[in-house]
């Protein structure tokens, strides 16, 4: 092989493996510490994927059903990334400091449907304590671009001027339902960092 | 240019529109001319531009046409088909196809009304998709978005859209891209580039449009033509052809409000829309139009949008472009149906943006909601989210209280509870 074309293919490989997710295994029944933001108490075993800064826990895999926590928001930071438009019209969404969660709501379904997610729909925004805060907490739906349905909801709080989030979502036929119940308990136990 | 056609096309024209759905009367086209221009008084068209516009309307022959038959398997246009039913099988399931069969079969039904006797070959899917577009793809499958639904005013102005794209249909324009990349590209691209055509309609897919740049001047005649069936298709129909320019003049309006630049591939494919308009404008008089009790149809139209028009404006909300979406909205504020949903939705608009100065204008707009005594309740729950925004919390509270008063079971009524009690 040309000297060239092998550091080309070294470099290749080099910028695939970087692109790489790990996933690591969360073991049940160990407290386990996600970012500088929580601590959490599994009761089952999750695979954890590290996505974008964020932490990603799912046992089938994220297109199935996942729990993100999503890394603490500061202002004028969005929710979590999306695909640049390109259109100068566009003004994309972001977190603003003191947000009420019902904005925190819209900013979501707004960012999901940025980001391709259709026929976001928000409900039932209402208060919910997270490791003694006060905090909130909305459910909501939506379906793939394929068509396939997902079922979520969504808790979080705002600490030091930064909105702290955690979702749990997964196919509406199964994946959701099924592990909903552990994905609360998770939530119940959780600690603030 | 559109060419000029020989007039004997005239009698295949006249003849096609003796097949129109409803009453077969045929108007002269100078009388009808005449009478939707001026109530019944003098003619308004001059005879010179009536001769020509008639002239161009007779290259526009639908009775010679027979799509709609699966070609042989043989063929160029089989290749095509089985890649294109691939892309419209999806769209069966597609997670933005709107479900309500009433709306669904509205639109169909305007759709099979304007394609005549090739409605049996068209089947048609409503997406909830916030911008303007319909797309017909050549096996038949048309694709209307939520977003053309907010930008025509009435039946007629849809018929003028869906003509146009059943015009693309008839004359098989996607067939005549296909062998022209085809022949301007190697097999793999050419495969590759179909599917990424598929569907470009009014707006144009920007993969696609960046595919085949070259072929942008070719594009533009297609869309000159499709405009030119749309006209006919849509008078045999017993629509008012001249509904067609009007939609331009809604378009060209949120062009002008757009910040991004001029001489986009979208532009580069398609006549301007002052083009369109003027070109439509033209011809509209000189078209044969079959006659109806209601060529607008506006009260039907707005009828069969209504349940589903604010869910359609959140959807633009959520686009984040202001300045096209507020240029959309205040031509809906003008049309003047129902102005308390597009003041609520201005007011959404800019509270949603939330520069300096927009929280009051998003109150002046709510304050117009509800002066209109036919406002959602919501309003109350956004003036309260303003007022809280600017730290005036007993207006808050006292908004957020007249909404848990209006609707107690609102499914955010625990945290506007929590939030009057001083929480969050």
């Excluded at chain 2, 405009?227 to 849509?234: I, K």
Aim: charged residues 25%.
């Amino acid at each position: 092989m040309h000297r060239a074309t092998r550091l080309l293919a070294v470099a290749l490989l080099c910028a695939t493996a970087a692109a790489c997710q790990s996933i690591t295994k969360v073991d049940a029944g160990k407290p386990v510490k996600v970012g500088d933001s929580f601590r959490v108490h599994p009761q089952i075993a999750w695979n954890r994927i590290e996505v974008g800064g964020d932490e990603m826990w799912t046992v089938h895999g994220p297109l199935l059903h996942y729990m993100r926590f999503i890394k603490a928001i500061d202002d004028g930071d969005p929710l979590f990334k999306v695909k640049d438009s390109g259109s100068k019209d566009v003004k994309a969404p972001v977190y603003r400091k003191g947000m009420s969660p019902l904005e925190v709501a819209e900013l979501f379904e707004t960012t999901q449907t940025m980001g391709g997610a259709q026929k976001v729909k928000v409900s039932g925004v209402r208060p919910q304590v997270l490791g003694g805060r006060d905090g909130f907490r909305f459910d909501y739906a939506y379906a793939t671009k394929g068509g396939l349905l997902k079922d979520g909801f969504a808790v979080g709080f705002e600490k030091d001027g930064k909105l702290r989030m955690i979702l749990f979502e997964g196919a509406h036929l199964h994946y959701f339902p099924a592990y909903r119940e552990r994905a609360e308990k998770m939530i119940e136990t959780i600690e603030v960092l | 240019m559109i060419p000029a056609r020989p007039l004997a096309a005239v009698l295949a024209a006249a003849a096609l529109t003796a097949a129109c759905v409803g009453n077969p009367k045929v108007y002269d086209d100078s009388v009808r001319a005449a009478q939707v221009m001026d109530g019944g008084g003098t003619a308004g068209v001059a005879d010179e531009s009536a001769a020509q516009a008639r002239a161009v309307l007779a290259g526009y022959q639908v009775a010679s046409l027979s799509p709609g038959q699966r070609p042989a398997a043989s063929t160029v246009e089989a290749g095509l088909w089985m890649q294109i039913d691939r892309v419209t099988n999806r769209m069966q399931s597609a997670g933005n196809r709107v479900t309500d069969p009433a709306l669904n079969a509205y639109v169909a039904g305007v759709v099979c009304r304007v394609a005549g006797e090739y409605c049996n070959s068209v089947r048609t899917y409503v997406l909830r998709q916030p911008a303007f577009n319909a797309a017909m793809y050549p096996n038949g499958v048309m694709e209307v978005w939520s977003g053309l639904l907010l930008r025509v005013r009435n039946e007629a102005q849809l018929a003028a859209v869906v003509g146009h794209e059943v015009g693309h249909y008839l004359r098989r324009h996607s067939l005549q891209r296909f062998e022209k990349i085809r022949d301007a590209t190697n097999g793999l691209v050419f495969f590759q580039v179909v599917t990424a055509m598929a569907g470009v309609g009014i707006v144009g897919n920007v993969a696609a449009l960046a595919t085949i740049g070259g072929l942008q001047a070719y594009s533009r005649d297609n869309e000159r033509e499709a405009d030119g069936y749309g006209l006919v298709l849509m008078g045999r129909a017993g629509y008012d052809p001249r509904e067609a320019a009007k939609v331009w003049a809604n378009i060209q309006r949120e062009t002008d409000a757009s910040d991004n630049a001029r001489g986009s591939l979208f532009a580069a494919s398609h006549p301007p829309s002052d083009e369109r308009q003027r070109e439509l404008a033209r011809l509209a008089p000189a078209v044969t139009v079959a006659t109806g009790d209601d060529p607008l149809g506006r009260e039907r139209f707005l009828a069969a949008v209504a349940p589903h028009r604010m869910a359609f404006l959140r959807d633009e909300i959520k686009k984040r472009t202001f300045k096209p979406t507020m240029a959309m909205l205040e031509g809906l504020l003008e049309d003047g149906d129902r102005p308390a949903e597009i003041h609520y939705a201005i007011g959404e608009l800019y509270r949603i943006r939330g520069d300096d100065g927009d929280g009051e204008k998003a109150l002046d707009s709510y304050a117009k909601a509800l002066a209109d005594g036919d406002a959602p309740a919501a309003v109350h729950r956004s003036v309260g989210l303003v007022h809280r925004k600017a730290g005036r919390q007993d207006e808050a509270r006292a908004a957020f209280a007249r909404y848990l008063e209006l609707t107690p079971q609102a499914e955010d009524a625990a945290m506007i509870r929590f939030m009057i009690q001083g929480g969050s």
